[in-house]
């Protein structure tokens, strides 16, 4: 199934700033999402990143002998993100990964991946969620949340679908505020 969806779909980095604000938190916080999902020494994977609202906390949960590789098609979003990582004293532990429209490729191998708000964006869903399979270890989550506003229920089960067909197995279906999500596990 590919989408028709041109690159000019992204949130433009001009509009970053909303979505690093504190009151973001309130609805999807960082934390309380990804706790008990990412651990000391793990590598995740922040596929869409933006400017970090995901990848700083991320960051400080894998710790100094983690990493999370920071992925983002938009380069004034992974400058964004530099920025504040280096400023918040974790820039050692992201490794910032410019994309191609096509997906990222295969990185890792990595115990984590979350794709937030950002798949529907994608035009070659399954060639992208290919790339993140082979991204994962064996067991390795894969986090899939879309914006409830922008996903109809019908389309994000169409997705979860695809999700499965790649060989990803649902494992719970976390709640974060004006959002649908499932979580994975890499086969």
Same mark, same amino acid.
């Given at each position: !199934?590919?989408?028709? *969806?041109?690159?000019?779909? &992204?949130? +433009?980095?001009?509009?970053?700033?909303?979505?690093?604000? @504190?009151?973001?938190?309130?609805? =999807? =916080? @960082?934390? /309380?999402?990804?706790?008990?999902?990412?651990?000391?020494?793990?590598?995740?994977?922040?596929?869409?990143?933006?400017?970090?609202?995901?990848?700083? +906390?991320?960051?400080? !949960? $894998?710790?100094?002998?983690?990493?999370?590789?920071?992925?983002?098609?938009?380069?004034? !979003?992974?400058?964004?993100?530099?920025? /504040?990582?280096?400023?918040?004293?974790?820039?050692?532990? &992201?490794?910032?990964?410019?994309?191609?429209?096509?997906?990222?490729?295969?990185?890792?191998?990595?115990?984590?991946?979350?794709?937030?708000? !950002?798949?529907?964006? $994608?035009?070659?869903? +399954?060639?992208?969620?290919?790339?993140?399979?082979?991204?994962?270890?064996?067991?390795?989550?894969?986090?899939?949340?879309?914006?409830?506003?922008?996903?109809?229920?019908?389309?994000?089960?169409?997705?979860?679908?695809?999700? *499965?067909?790649?060989?990803? %197995?649902?494992?719970?279906?976390?709640?974060?505020?004006? %959002?649908?999500a499932v979580l994975f596990s890499r086969l």
């Amino acid at each position: !199934m590919v989408e028709p *969806q041109s690159h000019d779909h &992204v949130c +433009p980095a001009e509009h970053a700033g909303w979505l690093t604000t @504190p009151v973001r938190k309130l609805f =999807n =916080n @960082p934390r /309380r999402l990804l706790g008990g999902l990412v651990k000391d020494g793990d590598v995740a994977i922040d596929l869409g990143c933006g400017p970090g609202f995901f990848t700083l +906390p991320l960051a400080e !949960m $894998v710790g100094q002998t983690g990493s999370v590789i920071a992925v983002d098609v938009q380069q004034e !979003m992974l400058d964004r993100l530099r920025a /504040r990582a280096e400023q918040a004293g974790l820039l050692s532990r &992201v490794q910032f990964h410019h994309s191609s429209p096509e997906g990222p490729g295969v990185l890792g191998p990595a115990d984590f991946a979350l794709a937030f708000w !950002m798949l529907h964006e $994608v035009r070659d869903k +399954p060639a992208f969620l290919r790339q993140v399979y082979a991204s994962l270890k064996e067991g390795g989550k894969f986090l899939l949340v879309e914006p409830s506003g922008h996903v109809t229920k019908t389309r994000f089960a169409t997705t979860v679908e695809l999700v *499965q067909e790649t060989g990803f %197995s649902p494992v719970a279906r976390p709640r974060t505020g004006f %959002s649908r999500a499932v979580l994975f596990s890499r086969l």
